[in-house]
Nanobody, 124 residues
């Protein structure tokens, strides 16, 4: 059974930074790719960024390009999301997710395991 646990959320002022972590468990832990999604109040869950587990190839939503950076450390089964220059519109619950195959990274239904989420609040 795979489990994903996010951490690192919090309250930050606009222009600030946060780093989220997502630790995966389950032996052996593996993935085709890991991703971050977010859900703002009253909105649908949206794709933020993804990284392939073996090669580290990254994909970003246009809304976060140049501000967010996704990375992974396969030795500790952890994926990170470094968020810089945060804006109030980045306020959301952030989720990490695992996918077992390539396809459309933007589709939540193509991910098989999800974390419980971590709240990020950006004040203006």
């Amino acid at each position: 059974q795979v489990q994903l646990v996010e951490s690192g959320g919090g309250l930050v002022q606009a222009g600030g930074s946060l780093r989220l972590s997502c630790a995966g468990s389950g032996r052996p832990f593996s993935a085709y790719a890991m991703a971050w999604f977010r859900r703002a109040p009253g909105k649908e869950r949206e794709f933020v960024a993804a990284i392939t587990w073996r090669t580290g190839t990254t994909t970003y939503a246009d809304s976060v390009k140049g501000r967010f950076s996704i990375s992974r450390d396969t030795s500790v089964n952890t994926v990170y999301l470094q968020m810089n220059d945060l804006k109030p519109e980045d306020t959301a619950v952030y989720y990490c997710a695992r996918r077992w195959y390539s396809g459309d990274y933007y589709q939540p239904g193509e991910y098989d395991y999800w974390g419980q989420g971590t709240q990020v609040t950006v004040s203006s």
